[in-house]
């Protein structure tokens, strides 16, 4: 008696079906949310290596922020190899769009790519990654979608600002008491997917938005998802507004974090 197994492989948008005669039956689903075990809370694993070498008073350190690799893996991989080069980064900031469909297997792929690197690495969902079951394997392999740390007396404030796909406004109150708390860090940066200039938002959200980056003298604010590479004070408020490229169009920033300054490399690769 013939066995009829379904295999289904997924590449994209398409779903290839098969049908052969066989002993093990398998499938795979763009809405599967199966995380290994060793792929989920990377959030807290990732924050747990890069603290325990932050010093409780201000040292100047590196980072890198890249954004937006969708299924660009070829030139988001080449960006990976110069990061790893680098000896002077303490971590990398990936500013969302992780996925591009939102399939388990392109956020594996992702982790993957990332865990080779030799220095920890910390994520912002974006709006691609809420697509399909993203939203859910998002909060699985990574954990919360706000979250704040200190390193070096510098306060991070990464925060979820997509709207239109989470069907969500930004958890203004959070994002609030955390800039509060960094008044008495040397600098705030902050992380969100989106800048507060794109027109997914309302003319009040962004207004609040903004409005919380100049009452709380936040020194960057970091972002992707826009393909455009930006580096500018966007409200004419003092506050810099950092936007990262995506990474199929090879630009990634790294930014030094001095006593009285902030300085942002654009790299071309």
């Given at each position: 008696?013939?066995?009829?197994?379904?295999?289904?492989?997924?590449?994209?948008?398409?779903?290839?079906?098969?049908?052969?005669?066989?002993?093990?039956?398998?499938d795979y689903?763009?809405?599967?949310?199966?995380?290994d075990k060793d792929e989920r809370n990377t959030t807290s694993n990732q924050l747990n290596k890069i603290l325990i070498n932050s010093s409780?008073?201000?040292?100047?350190?590196?980072?890198a922020l890249i954004s937006d690799n969708h299924l660009a893996y070829d030139s988001f991989t080449d960006?990976?190899?110069?990061?790893?080069?680098?000896s002077s980064l303490s971590f990398v900031l990936h500013g969302g769009d992780i996925a591009d469909n939102g399939f388990l297997r392109e956020f594996e792929v992702f982790h993957n790519h990332m865990a080779d690197l030799p220095i920890p690495f910390l994520?912002?969902?974006?709006?691609?990654?809420?697509?399909?079951n993203g939203e859910d394997v998002y909060a699985i392999m990574f954990g919360e979608r706000n979250y704040s740390f200190v390193y070096n007396d510098i306060k991070f404030v990464v925060f979820d600002n997509v709207?239109?796909?989470?069907?969500?406004?930004?958890?203004f109150e959070w994002i609030e008491k955390e800039l509060t708390d960094g008044l008495n860090h040397t600098h705030t940066l902050t992380l969100s997917h989106i800048p507060p200039t794109s027109n997914t938002f309302t003319i009040e959200?962004?207004?609040?938005?903004?409005?919380?980056?100049?009452?709380?003298?936040?020194?960057?604010?970091?972002?992707?998802?826009?393909?455009?590479?930006?580096?500018?004070?966007?409200f004419e408020d003092g506050v810099r507004y950092l936007t990262v490229d995506l990474s199929g169009q090879r630009t990634f920033a790294i930014i030094e974090v001095q006593l009285d300054s902030v300085i942002v490399n654009r790299i071309d690769y």
């Open positions: 008696m013939r066995c009829l197994t379904l295999l289904t492989s997924i590449f994209l948008s398409s779903l290839i079906i098969s049908f052969t005669g066989c002993t093990k039956t398998f689903s763009p809405y599967q949310t199966f995380v409780d008073t201000f040292q100047p350190f590196r980072f960006a990976l190899d110069l990061i790893a080069q680098d994520t912002v969902i974006g709006n691609h990654d809420y697509l399909s709207t239109l796909e989470s069907n969500q406004v930004p958890e959200q962004q207004e609040r938005l903004s409005s919380l980056m100049k009452n709380f003298k936040v020194t960057l604010s970091m972002h992707g998802h826009i393909g455009k590479y930006s580096f500018e004070e966007s």
